[in-house]
């Protein structure tokens, strides 16, 4: 089985910065498309980024500029920056590979934007 653990998120205000962390067991990560998802009250989870195996990025438009994703797959870790927070990014922030595994779902981390 595999374990996705998130941390990083926490209290921010607008225009700060977070660093979200996702562990990952496993050897099979290195082969991996990961994303972050994330998932405010009322709506559904949404891919915010995601990463290959190679290191190609993509961004939700929503975020495209602000955060930036990476890896290190000697860590097993993905990583993901974000800056100038808004509080349209308060959200519960998920880690999973990109398409995502319903069984890969870690308990996220709840990162909340507010003045």
């Known amino acids: 089985q595999v374990q996705l653990v998130e941390s990083g998120g926490g209290l921010v205000q607008p225009g700060g910065s977070l660093r979200l962390s996702c562990a990952a067991s496993?050897?099979?990560?290195?082969?991996?498309?990961m994303g972050w998802y994330r998932q405010a009250p009322g709506k559904e989870r949404e891919l915010v980024a995601d990463?290959?195996?190679?290191?190609?990025?993509n961004y939700a438009d929503s975020v495209k500029g602000r955060f930036t994703i990476s890896r290190d797959n000697a860590k097993n870790t993905v990583y993901l920056q974000m800056n100038s927070l808004s509080p349209e990014d308060t959200a519960v922030y998920y880690c999973?590979?990109?398409?995502?595994?319903?069984?890969?779902w870690g308990p996220g981390t709840q990162v909340t934007v507010s003045s």
């Open positions: 496993g050897s099979i990560f290195r082969f991996l498309v």
């Open positions: 999973n590979k990109n398409p995502y595994w319903r069984e890969y």
């Open positions: 990463i290959s195996s190679g290191g190609s990025t």
